[in-house]
């Protein structure tokens, strides 16, 4: 298996721009995570899905930022409009079932000019 | 590339008892961060210490502390007087410095720790 698979690696945008981050999780995994990470605040749980479905969105900083997983294979992180403040490496993780060990895919850094 | 390797996935010490964790990574860099993170039943990661690549001295946060060997490119984390809420996954992170851009991170597969009463 290739892992987790996110997508764009790297993504500079301007203020007030929409973005886009997607992530394709491990075949057969039926919890995603989606986590921000920053130096000054760690990794943060943004929110979650069990088989598609969002169970826990409580991390989710504001209106700005939403989540979908259309299917089992796919998820995005949208953020629109993006601001400089929004920038940090962003995750997706995923794994078979709840309590083991969730694999990381590479992340995104987002930079928000 | 930078990997890192956390070589025991499951850890179980005593209460009050000291347990320590070991993380080995990879990489040609010269100045670099290393974590350790927890993770409990929550799901949310949460940083427990934090050491700079260039800082010879081990970092420590209250009952953690950290064992950096640099050459060996080790970074081992110990718990000591292990209590119940210690209990979770803890997970080893290696941070790339670049530039203006931000940091990339790489994490090892993780060591699920039990305390036993």
């Known amino acids: 298996d290739a892992g987790v698979i996110q997508s764009p690696r790297h993504e500079v945008t301007e203020m007030g721009q929409e973005v886009t981050l997607r992530c394709k999780p491990i075949?057969?995994?039926?919890?995603l995570f989606w986590y921000r990470q920053t130096m000054m605040r760690g990794l943060e749980l943004l929110i979650y899905?069990?088989?598609?479905?969002?169970?826990?969105d409580s991390g989710m900083p504001e209106d700005r930022f939403s989540a979908k997983m259309p299917n089992a294979s796919f998820s995005t992180l949208k953020i629109q409009p993006s601001e400089p403040r929004d920038s940090a490496v962003y995750f997706c993780?995923?794994?078979?079932?709840?309590?083991?060990?969730?694999?990381f895919g590479p992340g995104t850094r987002l930079t928000v000019l | 590339a930078q990997t890192v390797t956390q070589s025991q996935p499951e850890m179980s010490v005593q209460e009050a008892e000291t347990v320590t964790l070991s993380c080995t990574y990879d990489?040609?860099?010269?100045?670099?961060?290393l974590f350790w993170y927890k993770q409990p039943p929550s799901r949310q990661m949460i940083l427990v210490i934090r050491?700079?690549?260039?800082?010879?001295q081990n970092a420590t946060e209250n009952r953690f502390s950290v064992n950096f060997q640099k050459a060996a490119k080790s970074f081992s984390l110990k718990i000591s007087d292990s209590q119940l809420g210690d209990a979770a996954m803890y997970f080893c992170?290696?941070?790339?410095?670049?530039?203006?851009?931000?940091?990339?991170?790489?994490f090892g597969t993780g060591t699920s720790l039990t305390v036993i009463p």
């Open positions: 990489t040609s860099e010269s100045d670099y961060y």
């Open positions: 899905f069990n088989n598609n479905v969002p169970i826990d």
């Open positions: 050491q700079e690549a260039y800082k010879q």
């Open positions: 993780a995923s794994s078979m079932v709840w309590g083991t060990s969730p694999f």
């Open positions: 992170a290696y941070a790339r410095l670049l530039s203006n851009t931000g940091n990339q991170f790489y």
């Open positions: 075949s057969g995994h039926d919890y």
